[in-house]
């Protein structure tokens, strides 16, 4: 159990001390990921940026989702889910989460393009991971852009889950995977949504350490 995103991100840097001064890049999944990608970038004295990966989620069921895209277009559909939405559909809901992509970039990044990754090692970072969805893609995305190395780093998700993203990552460092897993708050005793002016202080807050 984490008192907080702020306890659960010092402890995940403690857990990556073997990337400490090596010049990796710490990559934020928001909103949830931020306080934890903050945290572990401030420990290993890393680069710190958000990346943008959005779920793609049902339209009557908006909560829920079948894949998830990231901010360079890379997909990650599920064929098990994505057999109860059409092809014209999943189009529509594409572009609508690409506009909402582009609405983030703009206002968590003011415009700026992700830092290139090209041969670097990339620490991906959430504040847990659920279904996968949003973890998958953001892989994805450091795939084509060309990262060395690709690790995700997260306080918590379920063993199965960790299991498959282990497959197609260099690495993967989870602290808890409770047995009986349903949701990434559970572990949180302090848990709350993020709100984008959170997530801005804290990349001032990186910015001018």
Known sequence: MFRDRKDAGE?????????????????????????????????????????????????????????????????YISPHLSQWVSETVIQRIRKEQQAEIQRRISVFRKGQPLPEIRGRTVILVDDGIAAGSTMRASIALCKNQGAATIVVAVPVTGKRTAKDIGKIVDDIVVLETPPSFHAVAQVYENWYDVQDDEVLAIMEKYQHK
């Open 11 to 75: 402890r995940l840097g403690r857990a990556l001390g073997e990337h400490r001064n090596k010049g990796v890049i710490v990559l934020a999944i928001p909103r949830g990921g931020i306080q934890i990608g903050y945290e572990v970038a401030q420990y290993l004295e890393a680069d710190f940026a958000i990346i943008i990966t959005r779920k793609l989620p049902f339209p009557d069921e908006p909560e829920a989702g079948f894949g998830a895209i990231a901010e360079d277009g890379s997909t």
